[in-house]
């Protein structure tokens, strides 16, 4: 079983609409979880950190469920600066820790205008 | 806002010789990390440096591969005697010890073996 696992894709989705992507991880003992954002052949950036208890960031929000070892993230209002590849993102050590991050394998979104 | 960076951007190299990706991590933090992502495929982790040396390292980061913070800015990765399969992006990350900030990513190092 993979470490991290996302479809991947790709999602093609109009202007405005909204899209959800899932995420499941392998290893109970997960400790911090994050949605990166990944441009086309550039580096990984930092969309939102994910909390227990679910967090927003405008139209952004992002879910955990430890128990079912499940991530989500919703995108509301879709943009076309929106296409990109999200990426689940996995670590074992609490944020300070140093601790190697774990990546799925991305899924693609497309929104058309 | 301070910025990983990294150099060369493009490095094109022949299959057998070294070389060296160079990478300035953000000034206070104390953690550093190579990972690569060969293309169409997922980022991966290879190693985290802490304190002067390897922290963690995974099963690709083996004897061919290296690391060193030469000097108080720099942080290197440097692969011996090149294959072609190490064709990949390489991006040098850093995060800090007493912050809630995750790992902030260089924009990356394209490297091309012939």
């Known amino acids: 079983r993979k470490e991290v696992e996302q479809d991947p894709g790709p999602f093609n989705v109009p202007e405005g609409a909204t899209v959800a992507f899932n995420c499941t991880y392998s290893?109970?003992?997960?400790?911090?979880f994050f949605w990166y954002r990944q441009d086309c052949r550039k580096e990984p950036k930092l969309l939102m950190s994910?909390?227990?208890s679910g967090n927003e960031d405008g139209r952004f929000t992002a879910q955990l469920n430890r128990a079912s070892q499940y991530i989500s993230l919703l995108i509301r209002d879709s943009k076309l600066s929106d296409s990109a590849t999200y990426l689940c993102?996995?670590?074992?050590?609490?944020?300070?820790?140093?601790?190697?991050?774990?990546f799925g394998q991305g899924t693609e979104l497309s929104v058309k205008p | 806002e301070p910025e990983v960076t990294q150099t060369p951007s493009h490095q094109v190299t022949q299959m057998g010789q070294e070389v060296i990706l160079r990478c300035v991590p953000i000034?206070?933090?104390?953690?550093f990390y190579w990972y690569r992502q060969i293309l169409g495929q997922k980022v991966e982790f290879l190693v985290s440096?802490?304190?002067?040396?390897?922290?963690?390292k995974s099963e690709i980061f083996d004897d061919q591969f290296s690391v060193e913070r030469p000097d108080g800015s720099n942080f290197t990765l440097k692969i011996r005697s090149t294959k072609l399969e190490d064709s990949a992006m390489y991006f040098c990350?850093?995060?800090?010890?007493?912050?809630?900030?995750?790992?902030?990513f260089g924009d990356g190092t394209r490297l091309s073996i012939l």
């Open positions: 440096f802490y304190n002067n040396e390897i922290s963690e």
């Open positions: 290893n109970s003992a997960s400790q911090s």
């Open positions: 000034s206070n933090h104390l953690y």
């Open positions: 990350a850093s995060s800090r010890v007493d912050s809630n900030q995750p790992q902030h």
């Open positions: 993102v996995v670590t074992s050590n609490p944020y300070n820790q140093g601790g190697k991050l774990i």
């Open positions: 994910v909390y227990s």
